[in-house]
């Protein structure tokens, strides 16, 4: 079955733009959590959604934000972009919710904030 | 707080050479999950391994293995007769029960070298 599919692979936006990234889980899966990896903070989770809603929340401020359709598809919004803000953005599903199990991820967005 | 460390940043060895990847992590938590997962070059990360904090067998799966010790926090995870392909980075991870949320470590680079 397909894996995890995000999209764009790549974007490039400016200081104080906002920007949509999108991830289809796998096919049954219903939860679907968002990651942020740079190289200096390393990989940090940034929410979970499940069920149309958000489960589990990391320590970012409130410029990122995300929802979950009825299809199980994610979005990640992040408003006002910082040049910090550039990153690899990765998604991941699980078909049951919760941080404790085994999550299979997307290839991620990279993002450059200029 | 939870903690996972890696101390190793990068390492190189031959191939076919044994390599031992180090992850000690903290936490307060009696009920946890441990994880181990590979990111390759194309950048999504690959489940490896889930361990819980009651389960304390070691695993082998082919040429991998694991040894989760919880008297020294210790879950390290050894790859026999390395390949070219192991090349990646390797994440621990831990989530706790309590808050189900997940903390990676910085990561370990692996370079096998042909």
């Known amino acids: 079955k397909a894996g995890v599919t995000q999209t764009p692979r790549y974007l490039i936006k400016t200081r104080g733009q906002q920007v949509t990234l999108s991830c289809s889980p796998i096919?049954?899966?219903?939860?679907v959590s968002w990651y942020q990896q740079t190289p200096g903070q390393g990989l940090q989770f940034l929410f979970e959604y499940f069920s149309e809603t958000q489960r589990n929340k990391g320590n970012f401020p409130g410029r990122f934000s995300g929802r979950q359709f009825s299809n199980s598809r994610s979005e990640m919004n992040v408003s006002t972009l910082e040049l910090g803000d550039s990153a690899l953005y990765l998604c991941a599903s699980s078909s049951v919710q919760g941080m404790n199990t085994e999550a299979f991820f997307g290839q991620g967005t990279r993002l450059t904030v200029v | 707080a939870q903690k996972v460390t890696q101390a190793q940043t990068e390492i190189s060895v031959v191939e076919k050479e044994d390599v031992t990847l180090d992850c000690v992590y903290e936490t307060r938590d009696t009920t946890y999950y441990l994880f181990w997962y590979k990111q390759p070059p194309s950048g999504e990360l690959v489940f490896l391994i889930r361990?819980?904090?009651?389960?304390?067998q070691n695993e082998i799966s082919g040429r991998y293995s694991w040894n989760f010790q919880k008297s020294t926090s210790s879950f390290n995870f050894t790859i026999t007769a390395s390949q070219v392909v192991d090349s990646a980075v390797y994440f621990c991870a831990l989530s706790e029960d309590r808050d189900d949320k997940i903390i990676f470590g910085k990561g370990t680079r692996l370079h096998i070298l042909p």
């Open positions: 096919s049954g899966h219903r939860s």
């Open positions: 361990r819980n904090s009651f389960d304390e």
